[in-house]
């Protein structure tokens, strides 16, 4: 064996410079022809299931993006890589699908389900099924975790068993940034919504609203009593809140009008207005008629809540802002990373280089890079194109543990 080592464990987030280049036709020709060779002898070796979890692995999927030859570092090996792997599983047999991909193309995926499901030969009942898992999935990285990156790509890989990964990703141009989001059947609990990202690699730390955090939990269920009230009463609260976080009125005028807003000075002189997620609301007719619609349907919980037609970030982010200023229960503010997407950051793996705890678990790199060289090695490809891909794995693990 060429390599024994590379990147972390399963699943996450990841954080890529955004590239505006497209990729040559012969190196697209050249990346399709290397991973289909990969992926059939995956599915030989490990069936469709243990594939679509690989890929819910941002750090794996790192691994397959460079081994078949395009730039480890690039927001573009999310929607390359994603589209190559597309047009494979659509040509052959290997037990999985991908639907969606990036822009215009993430929207097909309601109409890719149906025709997935039947070649998939999963039952019609798992049209809408996929179709909720796709939506949700969706709301998670865009609703319940806002952390300033805008999606657009999404991908849904379904199994022949009924398995499921995604892989979206967001933008933020102002720092010139992409993330990238994994979420898996196994990890991802539609219904609870509490950490679905089984890990998180990320090179920016950001302090989001995160509301599928654990410590979120008191706001959720102060989020899901307010749909209780009448709409016009939320409303009230949420020019409450925008007052508030304008500076139009003291917390002691405050305190005369409304009892919600008793002893809150000390509390609310200690938050960290850097957070972006405290500034104003935008009210519009919108979100109103979303609230009364919320209410019409019955929502009760936050897996109901995102159902609704309309109910977006900003709805949410009025509902987190009455919960923590004026119910005093805050969100958690904590990124959900828990590794990073570059290589190199692994020379500093001993736990919270820049706050972000990079423990390398060398048995876990180890089988993570030795499926990929397996798959390689047993590739029915020229000698030279296979030593060139185990070289790129070696060079990836040279790079995390200076080998």
Do not use: C
Not at 137 to 165: C, M, N, P
Not at 174 to 188: C, D, E, F
Request: aromatic share 8%.
């Amino acid at each position: 064996m060429l390599v024994a080592r590379f990147l972390l464990e399963m699943s996450g987030i990841s954080d890529l410079p955004l590239h505006d280049g497209h990729v040559p036709k012969w190196l697209l020709a050249y990346m399709e022809k290397l991973a289909s060779a990969i992926l059939k002898v995956m599915y030989e070796i490990h069936g469709p299931d243990k594939i679509i979890e690989y890929f819910s692995d941002p750090l794996w999927f790192q691994a397959f993006n460079n081994v078949i030859g395009m730039d480890w570092d690039s927001s573009g090996s999310t929607t390359v890589v994603t589209a190559v792997v597309k047009k494979i599983t659509w040509k052959e047999d290997l037990g999985f699908l991908v639907l969606g991909g990036k822009g215009e193309h993430s929207k097909e995926v309601v109409d890719e389900i149906p025709l997935a499901v039947k070649r998939l030969s999963l039952g019609e009942d798992f049209i809408d099924k996929m179709r909720l898992v796709s939506r949700i999935g969706a709301k998670i990285d865009s609703v319940l975790l806002q952390d300033g990156y805008t999606l657009y790509h999404h991908a849904l890989f379904i199994s022949e068993r009924g398995g499921w990964t995604i892989i979206q990703q967001g933008m933020k141009p102002s720092i010139k940034m992409a993330r990238r989001y994994h979420l898996n059947h196994m990890t991802a609990d539609l219904t609870k919504l509490l950490d679905p990202h089984s890990g998180v690699a990320s090179n920016n730390i950001e302090n989001p609203l995160n509301l599928v955090d654990n410590d979120s939990l008191t706001a959720r269920g102060v989020i899901e009593d307010l749909l209780k009230e009448d709409v016009s009463k939320i409303i009230k609260m949420i020019r409450e809140v925008n007052a508030l976080l304008k500076g139009l009125k003291s917390l002691n005028e405050y305190t005369k009008l409304t009892r919600h807003l008793e002893n809150k000075r000390t509390y609310f002189e200690k938050k960290i207005f850097s957070i972006p997620y405290y500034r104003p609301i935008n009210i519009t007719d919108e979100m109103i008629k979303t609230l009364n619609e919320a209410q019409l349907k019955g929502a009760e919980k936050i897996s109901e809540i995102l159902q609704i037609k309309g109910f977006g970030p900003e709805t949410m982010r009025a509902l987190t802002l009455v919960a923590d200023l004026i119910f005093n229960t805050p969100p958690s503010n904590r990124d959900p990373v828990t590794h990073p997407i570059d290589p190199f950051k692994y020379s500093y793996a001993h736990g919270g280089k820049d706050g972000v705890p990079y423990k390398v678990r060398r048995d876990l790199l180890e089988k993570t890079i030795l499926t990929l060289e397996e798959a390689v090695e047993r590739a029915k490809i020229g000698d030279h194109e296979k030593m060139k891909m185990l070289n790129r794995l070696a060079q990836l693990s040279r790079y995390v543990l200076d080998v």
